[in-house]
């Protein structure tokens, strides 16, 4: 298959490109699996090899689960946790303020209360800054903590665990952030990231912190087994908290392929039950009466456990989580949706003050680089992201504090955010930093601010030159009208769950006529039907697309052939059983060809 384009922009700016794929590798998925064309392409430019489209389509935890002590230090973590529980040792945790930090937190808390041990708990508040803090260990010491584990943090924090490790504690860390070279001195360190990491099984390092964790209890509840500990109690059914794992691991925006694929296929099953009084209340509270999806984690459900962290009360998503009083847990979830709300408007204001900075000042980098002294630090991460949507360049976004300023970067393919955030910090331009390819947080002091936007603009030019970047939209196929069909939409959903890595697949629909385009709701939403020469026929909608060039193209196209590019889903509204296209963008008429 393939599609000839002119080289020009679609109607929103944007060039498309079809994703490349083995074509003979496609055809002998289709042949061997009896799947579509297009789910085969897809396959196969995903690079999922004949042996693994199995445990793609239908993942399961007894086929991708390795043995947890494949990761260094994780026996060793598993024995120590182990005796903790067995002696019943006082158990401290220290978590992040994220997602990944409030679900990981919740799993391994609500394992050890299913077998005796109540653990002391730190979320640290943003003002504290990320990770563990002399203070928090100062405080377990003070209440007789025999054992500190550190989640979705602690790698880096040198300083902080070794004199934890110098007051009396065994520190184990349980993490998946980029490492350095050296590790604590401290009693274990499981990381997938660690350099010294074999890998043997390679989607381990694509493991968000709660997957991590959620290893570490298997490994653990496999040595409580082994030591007879279960002979006069009930064993705690670990599947129970899948719904937390994938839960964090979605909103983390890891891979969504091996191990992770199975966490959140099998944890959507188990949240669709509703067992977790937390997620429940959060459920109804949000107004989410369908089955979850991968959606919902990451677009309703997270941004409201995250808002705790921003702008509230950062151990609230943990307690609500955890929680066992349906009444409490609906007082939680109404503040959270609370918090939420009030992380929007600070996020607009903050959003519109940065956007008034770069269009209102020459720029000499191909970054977006803005930074304010009354900006919340708890929004910065998503106007980073906004901003790299609006612009198409890596973003880096500051909140001046009194005592330093934190920043929050966002990335786009080319730049590695992590090692630029690290090499500044080797340089002694950042004082603290860290995080992923596309993602990272740092600090610095005020005064080093112009040096780092000479450093991250010099970074960045070197990689992606001065020419203006033009942003690429992805199709994974091209298909007529008439292949939109029922049975298709229902085959393209068995490539669920949908995120980073295993993005919902776009399809190209070329040279349809646009008919009965109308304006719905209050949000600049279209409706509209598609249809192509061949006959075929589909209801098509554009989300807050109205005000663009390519709505203006779908509400006045007159008849006149466009191209549209989008995502193709059942529509099983009021328990009919059709099918909706939903339009990304729109391409004029051009001179290309299908074959």
């Given at each position: 298959?393939?599609?000839?384009?002119?080289?020009?922009?679609?109607?929103?700016?944007?060039?498309?490109?079809?994703?490349?794929?083995?074509?003979?590798?496609?055809?002998?998925?289709?042949?061997?699996?009896?799947?579509?064309?297009?789910?085969?392409?897809?396959?196969?430019?995903?690079?999922?090899?004949?042996?693994?489209?199995?445990?793609?389509?239908?993942?399961?935890?007894?086929?991708?689960?390795?043995?947890?002590?494949?990761?260094?230090?994780?026996?060793?973590?598993?024995?120590?946790?182990?005796?903790?529980?067995?002696?019943?040792?006082?158990?401290?945790?220290?978590?992040?303020?994220?997602?990944?930090?409030?679900?990981?937190?919740?799993?391994?808390?609500?394992?050890?209360?299913?077998?005796?041990?109540?653990?002391?708990?730190?979320?640290?508040?943003?003002?504290?800054?990320?990770?563990?803090?002399?203070?928090?260990?100062?405080?377990?010491?003070?209440?007789?903590?025999?054992?500190?584990?550190?989640?979705?943090?602690?790698?880096t924090a040198f300083e902080v665990l070794e004199y934890a490790v110098s007051q009396g504690l065994d520190v184990i860390v349980l993490d998946h952030h980029e490492a350095e070279v050296?590790?604590?001195?401290?009693?274990?360190?499981?990381?997938?990231?660690?350099?010294?990491?074999?890998?043997?099984?390679?989607?381990?390092?694509?493991?968000?912190?709660?997957?991590?964790?959620?290893?570490?209890?298997?490994?653990?509840?496999?040595?409580?087994?082994?030591?007879?500990?279960?002979?006069?109690?009930?064993?705690?059914?670990?599947?129970?908290?899948?719904?937390?794992?994938?839960?964090?691991?979605?909103?983390?925006?890891?891979?969504?392929?091996?191990?992770?694929?199975?966490?959140?296929?099998?944890?959507?099953?188990?949240?669709?039950?509703?067992?977790?009084?937390?997620?429940?209340?959060?459920?109804?509270?949000?107004?989410?009466?369908?089955?979850?999806?991968?959606?919902?984690?990451?677009?309703?459900?997270?941004?409201?456990?995250?808002?705790?962290?921003?702008?509230?009360?950062?151990?609230?998503?943990?307690?609500?989580?955890?929680?066992?009083?349906?009444?409490?847990?609906?007082?939680?979830?109404?503040?959270?949706?609370?918090?939420?709300?009030?992380?929007?408007?600070?996020?607009?204001?903050?959003?519109?003050?940065?956007?008034?900075?770069?269009?209102?000042?020459?720029?000499?980098?191909?970054?977006?680089?803005?930074?304010?002294?009354?900006?919340?630090?708890?929004?910065?991460?998503?106007?980073?992201?906004?901003?790299?949507?609006?612009?198409?360049?890596?973003?880096?976004?500051?909140?001046?504090?009194?005592?330093?300023?934190?920043?929050?970067?966002?990335?786009?393919?080319?730049?590695?955010?992590?090692?630029?955030?690290?090499?500044?910090?080797?340089?002694?331009?950042?004082?603290?930093?860290?995080?992923?390819?596309?993602?990272?947080?740092?600090?610095?002091?005020?005064?080093?601010?112009?040096?780092?936007?000479?450093?991250?603009?010099?970074?960045?030019?070197?990689?992606?030159?001065?020419?203006?970047?033009?942003?690429?939209?992805?199709?994974?196929?091209?298909?007529?009208?008439?292949?939109?069909?029922?049975?298709?939409?229902?085959?393209?959903?068995?490539?669920?769950?949908?995120?980073?890595?295993?993005?919902?697949?776009?399809?190209?629909?070329?040279?349809?006529?646009?008919?009965?385009?109308?304006?719905?709701?209050?949000?600049?939403?279209?409706?509209?039907?598609?249809?192509?020469?061949?006959?075929?026929?589909?209801?098509?909608?554009?989300?807050?697309?109205?005000?663009?060039?390519?709505?203006?193209?779908?509400?006045?196209?007159?008849?006149?052939?466009?191209?549209?590019?989008?995502?193709?889903?059942?529509?099983?509204?009021?328990?009919?059983?059709?099918?909706?296209?939903?339009?990304?963008?729109?391409?004029?008429?051009?001179?290309?060809?299908?074959?």
């Amino acid at each position: 298959m393939s599609l000839e384009f002119e080289n020009t922009k679609s109607l929103n700016g944007n060039l498309w490109r079809l994703v490349p794929a083995d074509e003979r590798q496609a055809e002998l998925i289709a042949q061997r699996f009896g799947l579509s064309p297009l789910v085969s392409r897809i396959l196969a430019a995903r690079r999922i090899k004949e042996s693994e489209v199995n445990d793609f389509l239908t993942p399961k935890l007894q086929n991708l689960m390795p043995n947890p002590f494949v990761l260094k230090d994780m026996e060793k973590a598993a024995k120590r946790i182990a005796q903790a529980v067995v002696e019943q040792q006082k158990v401290a945790i220290i978590g992040d303020y994220d997602v990944d930090g409030a679900t990981s937190t919740s799993v391994l808390r609500l394992f050890l209360e299913s077998v005796g041990v109540e653990p002391m708990i730190h979320i640290p508040e943003r003002d504290e800054g990320y990770g563990p803090s002399k203070p928090a260990v100062d405080e377990f010491v003070k209440n007789g903590a025999n054992l500190l584990i550190t989640v979705d943090c602690g790698t880096t924090a040198f300083e902080v665990l070794e004199y934890a490790v110098s007051q009396g504690l065994d520190v184990i860390v349980l993490d998946h952030h980029e490492a350095e070279v050296r590790l604590p001195k401290i009693y274990a360190v499981v990381n997938p990231k660690r350099l010294d990491e074999e890998n043997s099984v390679e989607y381990l390092k694509y493991m968000a912190a709660v997957g991590v964790v959620f290893l570490t209890i298997v490994a653990i509840n496999r040595e409580l087994r082994q030591q007879n500990f279960y002979a006069d109690k009930a064993e705690p059914n670990l599947m129970n908290w899948l719904d937390l794992v994938a839960l964090g691991t979605v909103c983390d925006v890891v891979p969504l392929l091996g191990l992770n694929r199975a966490y959140v296929r099998q944890g959507l099953k188990v949240m669709a039950q509703q067992n977790n009084p937390g997620l429940k209340a959060l459920f109804e509270k949000a107004g989410i009466t369908d089955a979850p999806s991968a959606y919902h984690l990451g677009f309703v459900l997270g941004p409201r456990i995250n808002a705790c962290g921003r702008v509230g009360d950062a151990s609230l998503g943990n307690k609500l989580l955890c929680a066992k009083d349906a009444f409490l847990a609906e007082n939680m979830a109404k503040q959270l949706n609370d918090f939420n709300d009030k992380r929007k408007e600070i996020e607009g204001y903050v959003l519109l003050k940065a956007i008034e900075i770069l269009e209102g000042t020459p720029q000499e980098y191909p970054i977006a680089f803005v930074a304010g002294d009354d900006w919340h630090q708890g929004v910065i991460g998503i106007v980073a992201g906004k901003l790299k949507e609006r612009y198409n360049l890596p973003s880096f976004v500051m909140s001046i504090e009194s005592d330093e300023v934190k920043g929050s970067a966002r990335s786009v393919p080319g730049v590695d955010l992590g090692a630029l955030v690290m090499a500044a910090k080797e340089k002694g331009i950042l004082t603290k930093g860290g995080g992923h390819t596309m993602a990272a947080g740092f600090s610095l002091n005020e005064d080093k601010i112009d040096e780092f936007r000479k450093f991250a603009g010099e970074y960045v030019l070197e990689r992606l030159g001065k020419e203006a970047i033009v942003p690429v939209v992805e199709a994974d196929g091209v298909i007529d009208v008439s292949g939109a069909t029922v049975e298709l939409a229902e085959e393209l959903s068995k490539l669920e769950p949908f995120g980073a890595q295993n993005n919902e697949p776009r399809i190209i629909l070329p040279q349809v006529k646009v008919s009965k385009a109308t304006l719905v709701g209050s949000g600049g939403h279209i409706r509209c039907f598609l249809s192509s020469a061949s006959g075929g026929n589909i209801k098509a909608m554009a989300f807050r697309m109205a005000d663009t060039e390519a709505g203006m193209a779908l509400l006045k196209s007159h008849g006149t052939p466009l191209s549209v590019i989008g995502t193709l889903r059942p529509d099983n509204w009021m328990g009919r059983r059709g099918v909706q296209f939903i339009i990304e963008d729109v391409k004029s008429s051009y001179n290309g060809h299908l074959e």
